[in-house]
């Protein structure tokens, strides 16, 4: 593999890596050998970021509204079981 060094269009340099994919080397089938045959290759994403561990904690939790910061037309419950 070799890199090309090229500019944007903000006049800064960046590195580009020229060549193809290395050749297969099993029999099984990826990405990079069904492109190296001309077919199209497809991969589903997803993204996905949740601290599970933390949400886990946070539907323990408990809040209790304060009637002090309330407008006094709104009941004061407590909620529980997660993030609403």
Known sequence: ??????????GRDY???TGGPPPPTSSHE?????IAKGRV?????????TKK???AEMESWQFAL????MD?????????????
């Open 1 to 10: 593999d070799k890199f090309q060094r090229r500019s944007d269009p903000w």
């Open 15 to 17: 590195y580009w890596l």
């Open 30 to 34: 990826t990405d990079l050998s069904a």
């Open 41 to 49: 290759a497809l991969t589903p994403l997803d993204y996905n970021m």
């Open 53 to 55: 561990a933390v949400l």
């Open 66 to 69: 304060d009637e002090s910061t």
């Open 72 to 84: 006094g037309d709104i009941s004061t419950d407590t909620v529980t079981g997660g993030v609403r």
